[in-house]
């Protein structure tokens, strides 16, 4: 699976991901955690072991396990406790979520952008995603969903560190035109941001459906059957959350959630649009537990 790039896209991303420093680097705790889940011969100690290692990651953990995000009866006081009501897929997830949190910082390049306003908008995605996650009868993770969400964008972190002044523009020239902003970041830069988020998801070890979804969330159709649900997840909350007007709105402004995407999902209208009215209080309730 390949993100679909000309040559000279494939070469503008390859020289971006070389010189983006600490954006390229998840934790060492992260990726030992990330390495642990994906291998069927680790146990629950396993993963305790590390985090337990890492007082920083326990807290954050205990922090968004006991939020009103999850809704877990009582206070669970332990991360082994943690671990053993949510599984290790999950807690691997909040750890990962909880890397992901610090790099949406810096200054803001443009009136229109800044790295807090995509973070809400990935938060935004993240929740929206879960919920449609929850709602659709395909078996599909809805913490891996999460994730997917805050990272469905990371390529622009990476256009920003690296083509600021170009960046800024693709932003200024999409808010006083009707231009696809991929289509404008490919004419500025020489790729969009899903060709850069893919790029560094490998380079990060990221399993393959989630490279799949931050390479794939505005086009799911080009992807193969078996990847093909979490990216129309990602692409449908994205959508909806652009529509929102939550957080950073232009990647998906304008995208439109058609019958076949939520056919796709087995999702009905209705479902659709409870998940709507219910996200601003959720979104809120996921920043909060996910703020530092």
């Known amino acids: 699976m390949t993100v679909e790039t000309t040559d000279n896209a494939k070469h503008v991303v390859d020289k971006a991901l070389a010189s983006i420093g600490d954006l390229a680097t998840l934790p060492e705790v992260t990726i030992r955690i990330i390495e642990i889940v994906e291998d069927p011969k680790s146990t629950a100690r396993d993963l ?30 332990s991360v082994d406790r ?24 810096g200054k803001r390049i443009s009136e229109h952008f800044s790295a807090a306003d995509l973070w809400r908008h990935s938060v935004a995605v993240a929740v929206a995603g879960r919920s449609l996650a929850k709602c659709s009868p395909h078996p599909v993770m ?14 622009s972190l990476v256009e920003r560190q690296t083509h600021p002044d170009e960046f800024a523009e693709v932003i200024d020239r999409c808010m006083t035109s009707d231009i696809n902003f991929l289509e404008c970041e490919r004419e500025l830069i020489g790729a969009d941001h899903q060709a850069f988020g893919a790029g560094l998801t490998v380079k990060w070890k990221f399993p393959r459906h989630l490279r799949a979804a931050v390479g794939f969330h505005h086009n799911p159709e080009s992807l193969s059957v078996e990847l093909q649900n979490m990216a129309t997840i990602i ?9 929102e007007q939550i957080g950073f709105p232009l990647t998906a402004r304008d995208g439109e959630i058609t019958p076949a995407m939520l056919d796709t999902l087995g999702i009905s209208q ?21 703020s530092s």
């Open 82 to 105: 943690a671990i053993i009501l949510l599984g290790l897929s999950a807690v691997k997830n909040i750890a990962i979520a909880a890397s992901i949190a610090r790099l949406f910082k």
């Open 142 to 155: 809805t913490d891996e969903i999460f994730v997917a969400g805050l990272i469905h964008d990371i390529g």
């Open 235 to 243: 692409q449908v909350a994205d959508i909806m959350c652009c529509q």
């Open 48 to 77: 305790h072991e590390v985090i337990k290692n890492d007082p920083a990651l326990s807290v954050k953990v205990l922090k968004v396990v006991n939020s009103a995000f999850y809704g877990l009866p009582g206070q669970v006081a």
């Open 270 to 290: 209705e479902q659709l649009d409870e998940i709507r009215e219910a996200l601003p209080e959720q979104v809120e309730d996921a920043e909060v537990s996910l």
